[in-house]
Every structure is written in structure tokens, then in C-alpha cells.
């Protein structure tokens, strides 16, 4: 079933989310100081691309500088990543076999805005860390 979802997916939406991710990233990694927001920006453009059976958790030592490191991403890049996951949630919502999807982009937001200090792991893994 995940492939499935994930095939529908990359044709309605990941691979337009990836591009806009691999445009953001190569302007961040253009401009040299933002190497590491454009690194990211591919990490988490990857994770748009293809994302049922993997999922978003915090990196145990992520702190203050992940945090700020995110409002330096939400200004360059983040807002306008996050805008488009809004738009495509709603169209897939539109349609009642599209609302999972819909879903799934919504759930993309909190990460297209702070993608420092998370790490994109398996379902199962993530499972396994929780029981931990």
C-alpha cells in the first residue's frame, strides 16, 4: 500500500515539491554561507519525493542552534515551501480519493518550515525508538 501511495503521490505532488526543494537548495548552496540549509533543503526535498513509510523525528541533540538556524531557513526558503504544501493539500482535498494525500501534504508543513534538528528515519525505526 505504501508504494502505492507513494507512486500517486510522486505524480500529484512530490515531484513538483521536490523540484521547488532542489530550486531552494541550489540557490542556498550558490550563496555559500547556506550550504548547510541547502543540504537540508535536499534531505528534506528527498523525504517530499517519496514519503509514506518514512516519517520526521527530532535529533536528541539538536538545541539553540538548530532553532536558529531554522528562522534563517523559514526566511530564505522555508515560508514559500511550506505555501506550496499548503496549496497542494488543498487541492488533493478537493477530491474525496485525494484527501489522504491532502493529508500528507499538511503533515509536511511543520518540516518544510524547521527541517534542522530532524532526521528522516523509517516508520518501523521510529516505532522501535518510541518503545525504547
Given at each position: ?38 543540504i ?9 519525493l ?26 530564505l ?7 506550496g ?47 525504547h
Amino acid at each position: 500500500m505504501r508504494t502505492l501511495l507513494n507512486i500517486i503521490w510522486l505524480v500529484l505532488s512530490g515531484f513538483w515539491m521536490f523540484l521547488g526543494y532542489v530550486a531552494a537548495g541550489v540557490v542556498l548552496c550558490i550563496l555559500i554561507l547556506t550550504i548547510p540549509w541547502g543540504i537540508a533543503s535536499f534531505r528534506i526535498g528527498l523525504f517530499a519525493l517519496w514519503p509514506f513509510g518514512r516519517t520526521v523525528v527530532d535529533k536528541p541533540r539538536s538545541g539553540v542552534g538548530s532553532f536558529l538556524g531554522n528562522v534563517v531557513w523559514v526566511i530564505l526558503a522555508g515560508w514559500w515551501l511550506a505555501i506550496g504544501h499548503i496549496l497542494t493539500g488543498v487541492a488533493m482535498c478537493l477530491t474525496i480519493i485525494g484527501i489522504p494525500l491532502g493529508i500528507a501534504s499538511f503533515k509536511l508543513v511543520p518540516v518544510s518550515l524547521m527541517p534542522l534538528g530532524k532526521e528522516i528515519v523509517q516508520v518501523d525505526e521510529a516505532r522501535a525508538l518510541v518503545h525504547h
